[in-house]
């Protein structure tokens, strides 16, 4: 049987009992959406009800923001990369800092201008603004950037907390400083990167303590509401593998080596931090989870709530893709391989398709079955070898499995796809 403890920030569960992604409810509010996700109460500050209200989900911060052009039709403006002043000149909505000038990046999870927006954190430029003409809508724009604690406010969407109170704007929890907020070095914020004085918003799902909208949008699965009606980012129970390991990191997710990941792979990301990455192929017991073709052992608990975690097989050994600690651990006919650096990972394998490897289309567990070396998600939903690589926004399963330079899988959304490694 697999091992479930309880983390401080997350539901008890007992022993022996399957993994769950359980999320503390938070108090009922009008716009709350699904049960398990935190949502930023609209009024909170003494704003009109509607300014605040949390309602985009993470799925729309997913996708690139791509303008119109003026007659409706694609993107004319400034492609990725090409040097820009305003972030309205690019067909991504953003145009940042790179070196000594700016330049049109892509919209990693986040949103590019003129997304509407409610809280800072959901925009690149970490500048959720009140549209001109004297509504209290918002979109994202180029700045000013969001308010440091302390600092004068008039309602919440100016804050980098999302806290509006007295006038001034409230602290966030004392473990870490969200992004927006003032840093004297990389410890004090949540993603440990201060740049320019300030902590940076990291690209993809977001990592513990940042503030959320609801539960995709973090690594973690779990956002939390606070005392003070804000969601953050938490961190689930720990969970053992089957490889009899326990771990306490999803993909995207912080960490300081291999083992703290469910994954069991912990590398620098595009900007130097280290995160926690997709193994390839199918996802191990103790991962998150859609669907059941997810995971190794084709059991995804808790798909009623959008998100599961892979669980053990009614067989209770290691189907091919799980982590192993030996053979024993794995199913009768399946060994216990190592995988290639950087992984510290173990898996279960067993011999198929033709001979030494497996051709394209053929069913799969891990990249290292595959002649083509790529075990992506198929048209019919299931993994099978590829040899092609996927263009940014199509599926993944490793970093290995994305066409672009630069290009990660990341996790958006609660899905994997490949993007742009940006800050």
């Known amino acids: 049987m697999r091992w479930l403890f309880t983390a401080a920030i997350a539901l008890g569960v007992g022993a022996c009992?399957?993994?769950?992604?359980?999320?503390?409810?938070?108090?009922?509010?009008?716009?709350?959406?699904?049960?398990?996700?935190?949502?930023?109460e609209a009024g909170k500050?003494?704003?009109?009800?509607?300014?605040?209200?949390?309602?985009d989900s993470a799925a729309d911060a997913a996708g690139d923001a791509v303008l119109p052009g003026n007659d409706g039709g694609p993107c004319t403006g400034l492609e990725e990369d090409a040097s820009c002043s305003a972030s309205a000149q690019c067909c991504s909505g953003w145009c940042a800092a790179s070196g000594a000038s700016k330049a049109c990046e892509p919209t990693v999870g986040c949103l590019g201008e003129p997304a509407t927006c409610t809280f800072a954190?959901?925009?690149?430029?970490?500048?959720?603004?009140?549209?001109?003409?004297?509504?209290?809508?918002?979109?994202?724009g180029d700045g000013p950037p969001c308010s440091s604690a302390g600092s004068p406010c008039a309602s919440a969407g100016d804050c980098c907390s999302a806290v509006c109170m007295g006038g001034h704007c409230g602290m966030s929890p004392p473990m870490c400083r969200p992004a927006g907020e003032m840093c004297m070095g990389n410890g004090d914020c949540c993603s440990t990167l201060c740049s320019a004085g300030r902590c940076a918003l990291l690209g993809g799902c977001r990592v513990q303590g940042e503030v959320c909208a609801s539960s995709s949008d973090c690594c973690s699965g779990a956002c939390l509401l606070g005392p003070d009606s804000?969601?953050?980012?938490?961190?689930l129970a720990v969970c053992t593998e089957n490889d009899h390991q326990m771990c306490t990191r999803q993909v995207g997710e912080l960490c300081g080596g291999n083992d703290d990941c469910c994954s069991r792979q912990c590398t620098p990301d595009g900007v130097g931090v280290k995160r926690c990455e997709p193994l390839g192929g199918c996802r191990a017991e103790c991962e998150l989870c859609l669907v059941n073709t997810d995971c190794c052992s084709g059991v995804c608990n808790g798909q009623d709530t959008g998100q599961g975690i892979c669980q053990p097989t009614s067989a209770m050994c290691g189907s091919d893709g799980e982590t192993c600690g030996g053979n024993p651990d794995c199913c009768p006919g399946s060994t216990c391989v190592a995988q290639p650096a950087p992984s510290g990972a173990h898996r279960c394998v067993a011999p198929g398709g033709d001979g030494a490897c497996r051709s394209d289309g053929q069913a799969c567990a891990t990249p290292a079955e595959c002649c083509g070396g790529h075990c992506v998600p198929s048209t019919a939903g299931d993994l099978a070898c590829s040899s092609a690589?996927?263009?940014?926004?199509?599926a993944c399963t490793s970093d290995g499995d994305c066409c672009a330079s630069g290009s990660t899988c990341q996790s958006i959304g609660g899905t994997l796809v490949c993007d742009r490694s940006v800050p």
């Open 17 to 40: 009992t399957p993994a769950s992604l359980e999320v503390l409810e938070p108090v009922p509010l009008a716009d709350a959406g699904r049960e398990t996700d935190a949502t930023i």
């Open 45 to 55: 500050d003494g704003a009109p009800p509607g300014e605040a209200s949390a309602t």
């Open 121 to 140: 954190g959901q925009c690149c430029s970490l500048a959720c603004v009140l549209v001109s003409g004297g509504t209290k809508a918002r979109q994202c």
């Open 230 to 235: 804000i969601g953050h980012c938490a961190a």
């Open 389 to 394: 690589c996927s263009l940014d926004g199509l």
